[in-house]
């Protein structure tokens, strides 16, 4: 096939206008060639004549003049080069060049490596930002850009949460569950049902009435009916209940809210907000479900700092189908990690070749549930991995 073939140019501005509003739409990737490194980025704002990127992590490097760009539309790999402008650490303005080129073929050849290549990764959690990052409430935008980062603030993080929930909650606290360590009841009800537990009014609440209608808040009267549905007989379940209002009215507390930290699916903690009689202010769940986004980002905070492990097992015992120097397939059979891995969701990976251990991050972009493989595109490598793995697949580097 001749090199004609195998490339056609976008010129059009119509056609440039289709793609880019695609994208902005869609949310997909431009990946910025930056340093040996590939950054993504996300479409906040297009003109016809320049493109607003949103990076996927702050930029503290120098753009200066031209960058390559690449990034995927219609199943075909497109690339150009384009003057590049840094707004600020986390945004770049693109010039938008005549020509766009499209490859019709892969961008990267691929290599068979199955039963000779396997990996093990991490699952990069990530917050929902876009709400938040654009928010007019300043500590807002100072969450999500700590979080952001490859070693967020932890503390400062904290003190923006205390801060926000200011308004509405007198006490701020944090908890991460140690292994094997007895729980409360309110604990344990917020733990098996994963929603929030919010105590609306403890002189006024009771089983009978206040049932929450919003999704993931459990009242008193939700949690008797939780109760019941595990196991708990009527009787056992209001004594238990009621026990538990009358020792947050013996503590003075007014109104209470057990938000959880979730990983994996899995409660690991919870964000507690509390007012005292003396305080006399009711929670309300809007404010717990807000909350919730904001513990989100302190979980995947957390995770940056390797304070949860999460491991698809010991050893390299994930089996590679094939790869590329843009991104591999993967197989995954008889694990429970595949119900935490959707379209979009970020690897942390180490891929370990038999002459050479790899690091890169990737994100999920294909899933074959019937074959249990799935398609990772690397965003971020070393510049030195890539050729080695380009080498291999051509002939010229071993395994």
């Known amino acids: 096939m001749s090199e004609i073939s195998k490339r056609l140019v976008v010129s059009s501005d119509l056609e440039k206008n289709l793609i880019f509003q695609n994208l902005l739409k869609m949310e997909e990737p431009i990946v910025l060639e930056l340093g040996g490194f590939h950054c993504p980025g996300h479409v906040k704002h297009y003109e016809n004549d320049s493109i607003l990127l949103h990076m996927q992590a702050p930029l503290k490097m120098d753009i200066k003049g031209s960058v390559r760009a690449n990034f995927i539309f219609h199943n075909n790999y497109h690339y150009f080069d384009a003057t590049a402008f840094k707004k600020d650490d986390t945004h770049i303005r693109l010039l938008l060049p005549e020509k766009i080129y499209k490859n019709i073929l892969r961008a990267h050849d691929r290599i068979d490596v199955m039963n000779h290549v396997f990996m093990r990764f991490r699952i990069l959690i990530h917050s929902e930002r876009k709400e938040l990052s654009d928010s007019s409430r300043l500590d807002e935008r100072i969450l999500m850009q700590e979080v952001s980062k490859p070693e967020p603030g932890v503390d400062r993080m904290l003190a923006a949460i205390r801060r926000l929930v200011a308004d509405f909650a007198q006490n701020f606290q944090v908890k991460v569950f140690k292994e ?25 609440d009771s089983i009978e009435a206040r ?13 008797y009916d939780f109760l019941i549905h595990t196991g708990e007989t009527r009787k056992s379940a209001e004594s238990k209940l009621l026990d538990l209002l009358q020792q947050k009215r013996n503590a003075l507390v007014f109104s209470e809210c057990l938000i959880p930290l979730k990983l994996e699916g899995e409660v690991v903690g919870y964000v507690r907000l509390y007012n005292d009689t003396e305080y006399h202010r009711s929670i309300k769940s809007a404010f717990a479900l807000r909350t919730a986004k904001y513990g989100a980002a302190l979980v995947e905070a957390l995770v940056k700092y390797d304070y949860f492990t999460l491991e698809s097992g010991d050893g390299f015992d994930v089996p590679i189908v094939n790869m590329s120097a843009g991104g591999l397939l993967f197989k995954l059979d008889g694990s429970s990690l595949k119900q935490y891995l959707i379209l979009r969701t970020t690897l942390m990976m180490t891929i370990q070749c038999a002459s050479r251990l790899i690091k890169a991050n990737g994100i999920i972009h294909r899933i074959d549930k019937i074959r249990s493989e799935f398609g990772v595109k690397f965003f971020v490598i070393n510049e030195a991995d890539s050729h080695f793995i380009d080498d291999v697949v051509h002939g010229r580097a071993m395994l």
């Open 211 to 223: 049932r929450q209608f919003e999704q993931n808040v459990l009242s008193i009267g939700d949690a």
């Open 180 to 204: 094997g360590e007895l729980l409360s009841l309110d604990e344990r009800i917020l733990r098996q049902s994963g929603q929030i537990f919010l105590i609306y009014d403890s002189f006024e």
